[in-house]
């Protein structure tokens, strides 16, 4: 029953930045640990970042080498959304961006039991 809704893409230059949204039903978002993947035409989906909670108002992040400094991954348990705030924008970084949740960190596709439907970022020259 847990499903995932993003949000957020659309065409940018680049330099320029986008936040993504994700917005969970179907759950108990407390006990999920959530991500962001991405799937550029032709390429594997590949991991962007993760999220999982210390406590309740702490969480630990993880990113991919290729996002590390210019992306941001959040979440707000009282609204059930995950976002991911997109900075400095590159032309590789245009995919289709997919929310991920899971019971252990998604920090590998085999990771994931949910998946969102995707949304693109073109990111232009």
């Known amino acids: 029953q847990v499903q995932l809704v993003e949000s957020g893409g659309g065409l940018v230059q680049a330099g320029g930045s986008l936040r993504l949204s994700c917005e969970a039903s179907?759950?108990?978002?407390?006990?999920?640990?959530m991500g962001w993947f991405r799937q550029a035409p032709g390429k594997e989906r590949e991991f962007v970042a993760a999220i999982s909670l210390v406590s309740l108002s702490a969480a630990r992040t993880y990113y991919a080498d290729s996002v590390k400094g210019r992306f941001t991954i959040s979440r707000n348990n009282a609204k059930n959304m995950e976002f991911l705030q997109m900075n400095s924008l590159k032309p590789e970084d245009t995919a289709v961006y997919y929310c991920?949740?899971?019971?252990?960190?998604?920090?590998?596709?085999?990771?994931?039991?949910?998946w969102g439907k995707g949304t693109l970022v073109t990111v232009s020259s």
């Open positions: 991920a949740a899971g019971t252990t960190i998604p920090r590998y596709i085999n990771d994931v039991n949910y």
């Open positions: 179907g759950c108990t978002f407390s006990t999920l640990a």
